[in-house]
């Protein structure tokens, strides 16, 4: 005899899944308007809006923005440095937080509570930014993107994310491979790796996107055009409106003679600034979650 059991919500519980409905519909209008809006700008002609006419979608369609944004060569250039700053930084911060979290994970040596003690201590404590501009003058990294890159190599954080994903793994696999002979070594690029994808890739995103997104690191060790990132040329662009810099075609000269970057061609580059992390984010976003979880909930 077949028995069908029905899982009926509660009062309560419908009224929580209704709110919770109208409060994630608000809240992902609030965040895709914006981006909605910035787009709109960029395809739409001056006059509307100047008289302040867009919102979410284009008035008298134009693509000036665009095209005057991909004619440029400097927009390129910030691409391709940012775009090595964050695929480098992230495979180097990956393999430095991967070889740092092992020995807290499995590890049985003399000193490991001071070892951890002293990884923690620097999420409490930094040693401030002018310090650290001294020490990557002393080694000659200023004007280099490794500054950047060393700069956010260990981060304390995502170590400890690692950790403690990796002490999830059962450790008889370690205790079984070391049987027959696998060293650390081993152990750590052929068990504990291909089993930490999830944590991986939450970390590998949340790199690239600090990467992607840094612009105190660039304007304090970056002094050459040739060598800016994204996100300096985003700040000249759209914060200074500054053509001048950038040889943007469209750039009109304002009363006191400098040259202002129309509105359209400015939201034309933050959409430009935007597409990768668009497109990167939907691929990993099924191991975000697992990943900060799983890494959040075990010790």
């Known amino acids: 005899m077949l028995v069908s059991i029905r899982n009926k919500n509660s009062k309560g519980e419908k009224v929580f899944d209704t709110f919770n409905i109208i409060l994630m519909v608000v809240l992902g209008i609030l ?5 909605l809006n910035v787009l709109a700008i960029s395809l739409s002609g001056s006059s509307p809006i100047l008289r302040g006419e867009v919102t979410f979608f284009p008035k008298e ?12 060569k400097y927009i390129y250039i910030s691409y391709a440095n940012t775009i090595f700053v964050a695929a480098v930084g992230c495979v180097l911060s990956l393999i430095s937080i991967s070889l740092a979290a092992y ?7 003399y000193g490991k509570k001071l070892y951890t003690f002293m990884i923690i201590f620097t ?11 001294l020490v990557m003058s002393g080694l000659g990294l200023v004007g280099t993107h490794w500054a950047l890159i060393l700069n956010f190599l260990m981060p304390a954080y995502y170590l400890i994310i690692l ?31 291909p089993l930490s994808k999830p944590a991986l890739a939450t970390i590998a995103l949340w790199v690239i996107v600090a990467h992607w997104n840094d612009f105190l690191n660039p304007l304090m060790y970056l002094n050459d055009q040739s060598m800016y990132t994204l996100q300096i040329v985003l700040n000249d662009i759209v914060l200074r409106a500054s053509g001048s810099l950038y040889e943007l075609s469209d750039a009109v000269q304002a009363g006191d003679g400098t040259m202002t970057v129309p509105q359209q061609v400015q939201n034309a580059v933050i959409f430009v600034s935007m597409i990768p992390m668009l497109v990167v984010y939907p691929f990993v976003q099924k191991y975000f979650v697992k990943g900060v979880m799983i890494g959040s909930v075990k010790g």
């Open 31 to 35: 965040f895709i308007y914006p981006v």
């Open 61 to 72: 369609f134009d693509m000036a923005g665009y095209k005057d944004v991909f004619a440029n």
């Open 103 to 109: 020995p807290m994970a499995y590890g049985d040596f």
């Open 123 to 133: 999420m409490w404590f930094g040693g401030g930014m002018v310090p650290t501009y």
């Open 163 to 193: 950790r403690s994903f990796f002490k999830s793994i059962p450790y008889a696999l370690i205790e079984s491979a070391r049987l027959d002979g696998a060293n650390d070594i081993v152990c750590l690029f052929k068990i504990v790796l």
